[in-house]
Every structure is written in C-alpha cells, then in structure tokens.
C-alpha cells in the first residue's frame, strides 16, 4: 500500500545564511508533531511567533522564551508542535511529576516548565465565550481537557497538579477542524465559556488525548483576566500591544460552530512541513559555505504499519544540486531529485523514524517542496 503526503520543508534560508535547527527524537519521544493550543497560545506556539525571523532563524526577543530556548534548544520552537507523551495514555497526576506540566514531563521542552512572570500573555474577559484553536498537525480523534489555575496558584513557582481547579472547565471531543492538517493555518476549533470569578495571571492548561493510541499532548497558555478580548503582548521586538482595561461584554454561546477563526497574524517564514498523516519528511540545513551547504531529510512513518521501503522526492526553485548523498539512494537529474532507502534503513515501523543527508552546490538557496513515500 502506497502512503503519501505532500510536505513542505521546515526552513528558509537566505542567501548568506542557511540556518537550520530540526532535531527528531524516536522511542518514548517519537518525532511525530500533531499539535498545540494557539488560541490561547501555549507557551511554545507564542514563542515560535516571537521569534520567526526574515531568514527562518528563530530568536526569540521575549526573555522568558529566551531563557526557555536556552535550557531547551531552538528545536523545542521549530517543533512547537510537539510536547507530548508517547505513553502518557491519558495519566496525568502521577504520571507528570508536579513542576513539569507544561513540559508534559517531556526533557525536550523542560525551559517551558519555568516559573517567570514575563511570558507571552492573551489577555482575556472571565466568564466570556472565547473560540479556542488547536492545531491539528496531525489528524487524530480524542478529546481536548482545559484546566484553569486556582486563585493562590503564583507565576513564581513551578505548576504543581495542586494548583489547578479539579475539574476542566472545558471538555471537547472530536471538534471540527479548518484548514490543510500539517500547516500553521490548519486547526480544530471549538467554542467554550472561560471559567467565571476569575482575575489577574493565570494558566490556562491543556490536554489532549488520543483515543486511537497513548499519546496525549500537553501545554500551559499564560493568560491575564483583565477584561482583555485575546489579546497578545509580549511577542516580537514590540512585546505586542497593551488590552483596554475595561471588561469586553460577553456574548451568548453560539449554537454552531463559528464561520470563521482568525488564523495567526503574524505570517510565519518558516512553515511545518504539511502532511496527511501517512508519510512526512523534515528538511533542514546543518551546516553551509559559500557556494554550497550540507543537508538532511528525516522521514517519518504516520501509519499503522511497517513500512519496507520509502522514497523522497523534491525539485530545487533555484538550480541548487547535490554533489552527494548518504542513508539514501540517489537518482534523478538536474534539479529533480529523487532519495529512496538505503539496504540497511528501508524498514520504518509505525511512527519511525530515518534520516539520510547530502552536500549540495548552491549559489542561492530557496524553499524546496518535499514529497515522501512508504510502500
């Protein structure tokens, strides 16, 4: 059976710079990205935003992401996607230790489990209506749980399970969703009234549980209730722009899905590589020179079954070429390239993954389009 997916690849680069920075980790970790809260933004999503740069780099300018990026690697916001537990089965108290919530207990992204009273915040209207967003990197049937933060939880220490309200104030199973899967714009998207008697900082927490298999995804969103409609400050060289002080009217909740969901303002220059949940294939720069870089594709396998074999294909925009390749078999000519498995890499179980590489001449370097295979 044949799987296919169109994918984007993950970076642009300019031309005096190739920057590159997508680490993929298998086992209890797989490299498999399927989603964040967006509205309100996790930590990870809004610090992604705060530092997309014209030349794919990400930077964060916030100091919280700053101090995030720094424990955790720029990987944890090219995959801003990806906290989650592989075996978490829908366990939480116990299973997560207090102090690593936001992290999902993930040691990939544990800088988001920082106490600090600067990260990004949306700015909310307690006991109003808010349309959520979620995105659905990856298509998967489950239920989404938001928690909110008692009143004596404090900004200045760690989230502990002890400092959330025993109930969601939200549950949602199986939502609609808008837009390409694998894409920035592409989301699930539900509607919730946000918990009344609220005020001041908060966290908004999630988790998503997959009733198809034991992973579950995890993410904090730093809200402030203040009367705010959404809101986003501290984000870019900027920090965003202060909310009205005065509380928003809240509105009646809508007996349909709403028509439409803002998708994010910021348009990002760099762009997760879209895929249907079969096959995907992550293309990064690890290193360049003039006239030339070095590459690497990572192939991941989004089904349920072995895979005996695999191809990569993709045409350069910009005349580059590949001077040499290894983990792969290369064909093609001119600027289609071709990469299948190599003999010893060819089986690829469900969420596997492999990655092979290649040196390429290059005067200019421009976003190629990735296509994978698994048979």
């Known amino acids: 059976?044949?799987?296919?997916?169109?994918?984007?690849?993950?970076?642009?680069?300019?031309?005096?710079?190739?920057?590159?920075?997508?680490?993929?980790?298998?086992?209890?970790?797989?490299?498999?990205?399927?989603?964040?809260?967006?509205?309100?933004?996790?930590?990870?999503?809004?610090?992604?935003?705060?530092?997309?740069?014209g030349t794919g780099e990400i930077r964060p300018?916030?100091?919280?992401?700053?101090?995030?990026?720094?424990?955790?690697?720029?990987?944890?916001?090219?995959?801003?996607?990806?906290?989650?537990?592989?075996?978490?089965?829908?366990?939480?108290?116990?299973?997560i230790?207090?102090?690593?919530?936001?992290?999902?207990?993930?040691?990939?992204?544990?800088?988001?489990?920082?106490?600090?009273?600067?990260?990004?915040?949306?700015?909310?209207?307690?006991?109003?209506?808010?349309?959520?967003?979620?995105?659905n990197w990856a298509h998967h049937p489950g239920t989404f749980y938001f928690y909110v933060?008692?009143?004596?939880?404090?900004?200045?220490?760690?989230?502990?399970?002890?400092?959330?309200?025993?109930?969601?104030?939200?549950?949602?199973?199986?939502?609609?969703?808008?837009?390409?899967?694998?894409?920035?714009?592409?989301?699930?998207?539900f509607s919730g009234t946000l918990p009344a008697n609220k005020s001041g900082r908060h966290i908004i927490y999630s988790r998503w549980v997959r009733s198809d298999s034991q992973e579950n995804f995890f993410g904090c969103s730093d809200v402030a209730f203040d009367g705010g409609n959404g809101e986003v400050t501290g984000v870019g060289p900027g920090g965003g722009t202060p909310p009205p002080t005065t509380p928003a009217p809240t509105t009646p909740a809508p007996t349909t899905p709403p028509p439409t969901t803002p998708a994010p303002t910021t348009p990002p220059?760099?762009?997760?590589?879209?895929?249907?949940?079969?096959?995907?294939?992550?293309?990064?720069?690890?290193?360049?020179?003039p006239g030339g870089f070095q590459g690497e594709v990572t192939v991941m396998n989004h089904t349920r079954s072995t895979w005996s074999g695999w191809t990569a294909t993709w045409t350069?925009?910009?005349?580059?070429?590949?001077t040499n390749a290894w983990n792969g078999t290369l064909s093609g000519s001119g600027s289609s390239v071709t990469v299948a498995n190599a003999a010893w890499n060819g089986t690829l179980a469900p969420e596997g993954t492999t990655t092979f590489g290649f040196t390429a001449n290059a005067t200019t370097n421009t976003l190629p389009t990735v296509s994978c295979t698994g048979r």
């Not at 999902?104 to 307690?126: C, E, F």
């Open 1 to 53: 059976m044949s799987h296919r997916s169109r994918t984007a690849a993950l970076l642009t680069a300019a031309a005096t710079l190739l920057v590159g920075a997508v680490a993929l980790t298998t086992g209890s970790e797989p490299a498999a990205a399927h989603g964040a809260a967006m509205t309100p933004g996790s930590r990870t999503f809004l610090c992604w935003k705060d530092g997309l740069t």
């Open 61 to 95: 300018n916030n100091p919280a992401c700053s101090a995030a990026v720094a424990q955790s690697g720029a990987n944890s916001l090219y995959n801003w996607f990806s906290v989650l537990r592989s075996d978490a089965g829908g366990r939480t108290v116990g299973f």
């Open 97 to 135: 230790p207090d102090g690593k919530l936001c992290s999902g207990g993930n040691p990939g992204y544990s800088g988001y489990d920082l106490a600090r009273t600067d990260w990004p915040l949306t700015h909310l209207t307690a006991g109003s209506r808010l349309d959520f967003t979620y995105s």
């Open 149 to 189: 933060t008692k009143d004596s939880w404090s900004p200045t220490r760690p989230l502990a399970w002890s400092d959330l309200e025993e109930q969601p104030f939200l549950t949602v199973t199986n939502p609609p969703q808008r837009g390409a899967v694998g894409t920035n714009e592409g989301h699930y998207y």
């Open 269 to 289: 220059p760099t762009t997760p590589p879209p895929h249907s949940g079969d096959c995907m294939a992550v293309y990064k720069v690890v290193n360049s020179w």
């Open 316 to 322: 350069w925009p910009s005349g580059q070429t590949i």
